[in-house]
């Protein structure tokens, strides 16, 4: 048996969430479960339907984007996977998915406004949104450079990935990450539940205010932080 | 066996309500049914997914908001519900959701218009919208000042919490209550329905009129009041 | 057994319709299946939650909205029916649903334009909305007065409600009927579809022209009259 | 055995696919499937409703619409699908449907804006709206002239079939293609994809930019080309 076998589980069911979420039409999304101590992770094939989808397909590659063991082809996205973990020691689990509402606005090419607690619930800040990328980096080596067009926007805009968990790429779609491939993938669940909610809030009043940094604080001390009430 | 089986058993069928009816994403609303002779009620533990619950682990907590039985920590939201309980003594079923168009509209700060007799049906009146909490009472004891934040509402704004079972607390999202925890299910049902017919008849046409008083006073006679006629 | 035994199964069979066609919420929605011969129709009894239905609770009622066989209560709407059973002899099924799109419209107080061939494949005009019931029709009898706003309405417009299945009643819902409740059925489900596009179509193009005569008359011609070439 | 029963199979299960994949409602839809060796396709019968479908019941047809093995009717829309097999030589697979967002496109008449990568994945303009067709086209042989309006938008537009696989008919809905019915399905769920999220960007922001032709080219040529990496 792999010694990889644990995150090619982990991968696998991790990725059979997306469709049951209604996250991905077809293939259109995936998700990443990573070793920190073997520095590889396993992610799922390119372009295989998530019904013929088994923990064995799962591609293992490490941290540079080299495929480690499998049959397969990994995902077109493997190598924004790659740098994200390289960079971000923080995190175990990445997602990509073309959910619906998160592209609307990642192709509207704008920040997600944070309107109320459900946002506030999980992060204190709008949904980053990165500017298309740059031409050069759109010839070169392009899914590695989206990793990096993530983690420059993070750095210039002084954000902490530990703390905003998820982002829109300009015209392209959201990718999210967490300290487990499941986190991650709840984040991708709520990241469109909260895209939704934002897009119908703007259409009731055209000039909804933001949420006010009390109730911001209030409610992610809920969830978070050493004082935390939620969950068990 | 508990002597709280009963409310335990009502609470735990109505939270199963909440995914049936697509009113809830994860562990993003919650249900109490309470037993006024026992002055306690029955309630949904923190953050624990809906295929997980049992009645067993239903929480038992009285109107001040302690936990009276059982093992796990009851909803972070769970001294709203105590307050309302205390103080509505008519009412024995409360629910909490962050359903997908009531929520927008409570993000937008505004009260749902009476658009038709969908709505008419079940109450005779906008359906209210709560300003967001003021600082100190954010500040404070959050979640039981949420509940204030309903009653003060009601008070100050002549509400029979009788006629009216529903509320969106702005920024925030829906509370809806009944003489049963099934009938507050029920009612944030329909407060969800006609959330979603009420953002499209605006959207339809952008200066559509409230339904007239004759109107209103008809359908809701048709349910309500000593000549009603709907159902059995 | 009843002599009735037909159209209860009818009705009952189209009445189990609706929720799987994603047209009611609870119990906010009706069908009744007549026979001409005997003069009655069966009709969902009122307030009966779909998953309780049978086809022997189902309520039998004569043209005048007398209940003639049954133990329930019959549909609160019954008398709407009645009305339209008694003064168009040439349709045997009816359906009231609140269904969400078509029900916006109707409280937007619009007619549905034509913008599609897949509107004119079912009608050649707009979908219309009766206006709002008057003050003294809805003190009065109501549900037998709406059951006059419709005919009146087909009447002042020289409308023709063998070749317009369906209405708006302004502030309130729809009605669809036919030669059988099946075909009445067909009308709602088509009808919300319909309502659905032409909202988004006003939202693509704010000034989007209705159909052009021609396309009306041949996609009409498909599917009836005496060319027709549409179905076995 | 039917000497074309392999396409009445792939015929069959290609159809199937639609009410599955939520883009037909009762029988508004048709797939066929082509042999171009036999110089047939088979076509979904008229107004037979998807559950009562098998692979016996398709049609078969030449690619100039004569009947030449079947006892149903077939598709209304089979000249359509005739005209577009004769002319284009490189497909074998034809989908229309009347589908939700992709209709109501088209009855704004509008060709779909390339807003993101979810679209240049797919191809690298816009989506393309024929307009409403000339009266003389629709008095004279209309779903014949259907197919000419479809060819003659491509030719004087300079469009290639085998580059864009989808159009829509202004007033009407869409047609879509492929090499294989499958993939002519497949072309058919993007598209609704793409015509869902399109309708949102333009929301969220009414000036949302199109997408820049260097993130075109790349995600085009990421799934297509010679230097492809989507998929197995």
């Excluded at 013929?52 to 080299?66: A, H, Q, S, W």
């Excluded at 994200?84 to 592209?103: E, R």
């Excluded at 946002?119 to 050069?136: F, G, Q, V, W």
Aim: charged residues 20%.
């Amino acid at each position: 048996m792999s010694k990889y076998q644990h995150i090619k589980q982990t991968a696998y069911e991790a990725n059979m969430q997306l469709p049951k979420l209604g996250l991905v039409l077809f293939t259109f999304g995936n998700v990443s479960a990573a070793d920190r101590d073997l520095g590889v992770f396993a992610i799922k094939p390119s372009g295989i339907p998530y019904d013929e989808l088994t923990p064995e397909k799962m591609v293992i590659v490490d941290f540079d984007g080299n495929t480690i063991e499998g049959n397969l082809r990994p995902s077109s996205d493997t190598k924004t996977h790659a740098v994200l973990y390289k960079y971000w020691a923080g995190i175990n689990g990445i997602v990509h998915t073309h959910s619906t509402y998160a592209t609307a606005w990642a192709q509207a090419q704008r920040c997600i406004p944070i309107f109320g607690t459900t946002h506030a619930d999980h992060l204190t800040t709008d949904i980053p949104c990165a500017p298309p990328m740059e031409d050069n980096r759109i010839i070169g080596d392009y899914e590695y450079q989206t990793g990096f067009q993530i983690i420059d926007y993070f750095k210039d805009n002084n954000l902490d990935y530990k703390e905003i968990e998820m982002i829109l790429v300009g015209n392209h779609a959201p990718f999210t990450w967490g300290k487990t491939a499941e986190k991650a993938v709840y984040n991708s669940a709520v990241l469109e539940a909260v895209a939704h909610m934002a897009h119908l809030t703007e259409q009731i009043d055209n000039y909804a205010p933001r949420l006010k940094d009390s109730l911001i604080k209030k409610h992610y001390e809920r969830k978070h932080g050493p004082d935390s009430y939620y969950g068990q």
